[in-house]
């Protein structure tokens, strides 16, 4: 969090520069042409987002955004009015023939409605304005329209982004590195995003425009090969686009494939980036992010994958499409079986030991590997016969959903980066073959969107029942590995107590309240004293429970703590007790299981580190209610250990070199 704290501070101090790039962003979004190279979407909403955590505010965003919008339209119109015609023989409207006559197309479908709907349809908005003016739609008119839809444009992107900034201040207050987590999950998210829409929008018009040359070449050529050739190619001969891109892609993924492994198995930087990247992603773990990513692996886990796969092969041999069918098995067979055999002949191993996977070496992910081509190869069905926009909807949905299961792993520990970017990209390779061997298939055989809701209905299902069933077993194998330090008691009391933290390490590394006790032994004592003197269990903590946060009209006793996490891990216990006097305060107590262990006799014994902190109520916008935290006072504090104390079969520890001052007690449960 230290690291993007000092943005948010500077916006939060200079707000004006921060709507002044607002403004400049959606500006060029609509203005001709250069709209298609502008990321526009992931910029607004994550304005929207900093409105949403208090460091920006709404009007001014809100203004910024609308003004630049229908401003930039209202220029592009005036282009149109001022040139007519002349302005599609002008540059840049010249570099992008096809578009323009796409949005002409558009507009003479939709007429006057082509404008305001036009802001949602990437591509086509960044000539529809033009083009109005050039057919000669009156001002009042126009503006009318514009701006009208300008307004509704800006809410759709400025509202969600604020209620994304809302769920990560509450993240932030449960947990900033959680938080840190979701936002670089967001900006990897947002990149993809834009980058997809940036090749659909802006290189594809291109790419048709090149395809419209290449074909009048190779129709003036003699003989059969470049005619046929041509007739392929051109943009009127339907999948030559598609064909086009998925040549490409198996082509950049393959030798990108090829380099990564030379890369891995050589003495290159990424061996060093590997590394490095590890070790932050471990820096980062906390269990609330721990439990969200356990479940994102989970859903690419192979009995996930195998369902869907089997989902759509069973349709393909139900809609009798033989060959299709086969492809499909045949693709996602190649993919299975072909990382088994890669680890087995590479044998890297992985960042961290887990123990209960079936596989022990780590290049190319195969989590990864499976996934990509599993849910390609669903992309690839399901936007068979779509237009570019469709695919592009589609695709993005399922290459989110890629980036997400591999972005789990890494995060994990289960692979380093290159193994995702190996099983990525080999995905790729075999995702492009499929695309081309299907692409003459016509797509009322396939149906679509029938194999769609069934695919999607069995993923839903399969990952549901998985989840369910085995997130216990998975928690455990993908928990984070500690070393555990072993102290004879003697070791304990003469000083090995000192090595564990004073303070709670909250998930930035800061250091936190005080620990009131180190507790060596069970915790049941400690838990018959509490209940017998006031104090309510809370039970552990968990999102289900943390969904009561989101009712600002509940008050303190009906919300859980918060989880207050130490080094990543939340509280084994936690007890509750009100306060008479101040309803919207309470005592909260919290034990963390340290990473020491007490030998004694022939049993060991957990030492457990012991907080007592106060909440009170805090209500954010009127949109949540969460607990923040207080300091306990001295009263509270000594009441703690003097209950400590009058534990039966419990002994306060005389340790060396602890003074009353310190406000730390020993305790020792161990029996």
């Known amino acids: 969090m230290e690291y993007i704290q000092p943005y948010l501070d500077f916006f ?48 001014p965003v809100f203004a910024a955004t609308a003004f630049g919008a229908i401003l930039g339209d209202q220029l592009s119109y005036w282009a149109g009015r001022l040139f007519g015609d002349r302005l599609k023989l002008m540059w840049p409207l010249n570099r992008y023939p096809v578009l323009v006559g796409r949005g002409e197309d558009f507009v003479r479908k939709h007429g006057g409605k082509s404008i305001a709907i036009g802001r949602f349809v990437p591509g086509v908005k960044a000539v529809v304005p033009g083009i109005v003016g050039m057919f000669g739609m ?31 201040a509450m993240a932030g207050e449960l947990s900033e590195r959680l938080l840190i987590v979701l936002l670089v999950l967001l900006v990897v998210l947002a990149i993809a995003g834009w980058l997809i829409r940036l090749f659909i929008g802006g290189l594809g018009p291109i790419l048709e425009s090149g395809q419209d040359r290449f074909a009048a070449w190779a129709s003036q050529q003699s003989g059969r090969f470049w005619p046929r050739l041509g007739s392929v190619i051109s943009p009127a001969h339907p999948g030559s686009l598609a064909i086009i891109l998925f040549a490409a892609l198996a082509v950049t993924a393959l030798i990108a494939f090829l380099h990564i492994m030379s890369s891995v198995f050589g003495q290159s930087t990424m061996i060093d980036a ?3 990247l590890h070790n932050m992603m471990q820096g980062l773990r906390n269990a609330p992010a721990d439990e969200i990513m356990t479940m994102i692996t989970m859903l690419g886990d192979g009995a996930v994958m195998i369902a869907m796969a089997l ?22 067979l190649a993919a299975r ?78 692979h380093w980066m290159s193994d995702v970017l190996g099983g990525f990209l080999f995905g790729a390779v075999m995702i492009a073959a499929f695309g081309i061997a299907i692409e003459a298939v016509p797509p009322r055989r396939i ?65 936190e309240e005080q620990f009131s006790l180190q507790w060596a032994g069970g915790l049941s004592p400690l838990d018959a004293a509490l209940a017998s003197d006031g104090w309510t269990e809370e039970g552990k903590w968990s999102w289900t429970l943390g969904l009561g946060y989101l009712d600002p009209n509940r008050d303190l006793n009906g919300l859980p703590p918060r989880p207050a996490l130490h080094r990543g891990r939340l509280a ?26 007490i030998g004694k006799a022939d049993k060991t014994y957990p030492v457990y580190a012991v907080s007592l ?44 070199g602890l003074e009353a001052k310190d406000g730390l007690t020993l305790v020792d449960a161990m029996k």
């Open 12 to 59: 939060t101090q200079h707000p004006g520069w921060a709507i002044a790039i607002i403004f400049l962003i959606a500006f060029g979004e609509a203005l001709l042409i250069i709209g298609l190279f502008v990321p526009s979407t992931a910029v607004l909403v994550g304005a929207g987002m900093l409105v949403g955590t208090g460091h920006l505010e709404f009007w």
């Open 613 to 656: 902190m106060r909440e009170r109520l805090r209500r954010g916008l009127n949109l949540y209610a969460v607990p923040s935290p207080l300091d306990a006072q001295s009263a509270e504090l000594e009441g703690l250990a003097a209950l400590a104390g009058s534990i039966p079969d419990v002994r306060i520890v005389p340790a060396k």
């Open 311 to 332: 989902a759509m092969v069973a349709w393909l041999l139900w809609r009798r499409e033989w060959r299709v069918a086969a492809a499909a098995f045949l693709t996602i």
């Open 337 to 414: 079986l072909f990382v088994p055999l890669m680890k087995l002949w590479l044998q890297r191993p992985r960042p961290v030991e887990l123990a209960g996977l079936p596989e022990i070496f780590s290049f190319p992910s195969g989590h990864t590997t499976f996934a990509t081509v599993t849910l390609g190869v669903f992309a690839v069905l399901a936007t068979h016969g779509l237009r570019s926009w469709g695919k592009a909807v589609v695709f993005a949905g399922a290459g989110i959903a890629m980036v997400a299961i591999a972005y789990s792993r890494i995060y994990l520990g289960a």
């Open 274 to 276: 590997d590394l490095s």
């Open 447 to 511: 149906m679509p969107m029938g194999l769609s809701i069934a695919a999607l209905a069995v993923f839903a299902l399969a990952g549901a029942v998985h989840i369910s069933r085995d997130y216990a077993a998975n928690a455990e194998i993908y928990a984070p590995r500690e070393a555990i330090v072993l102290y004879d008691p003697e070791q304990w009391e003469q000083g090995a107590w000192a090595s564990l933290p004073r303070r709670r390490i909250d998930l930035a590394g800061r250091s």
């Open 572 to 597: 084994d216990i936690t007890w509750a007790k009100a306060i008479a006097d101040k309803p919207d305060h309470r005592l909260v107590l919290r034990a963390w299981k340290t990473d020491v262990m």
């Open 138 to 168: 009156g001002q009042a008119y126009f503006a009318t329209i514009n701006v009208t839809s300008g307004l509704v444009w800006t809410a759709t992107h400025v509202l969600p982004g604020m209620l994304f900034g809302q769920v990560l």
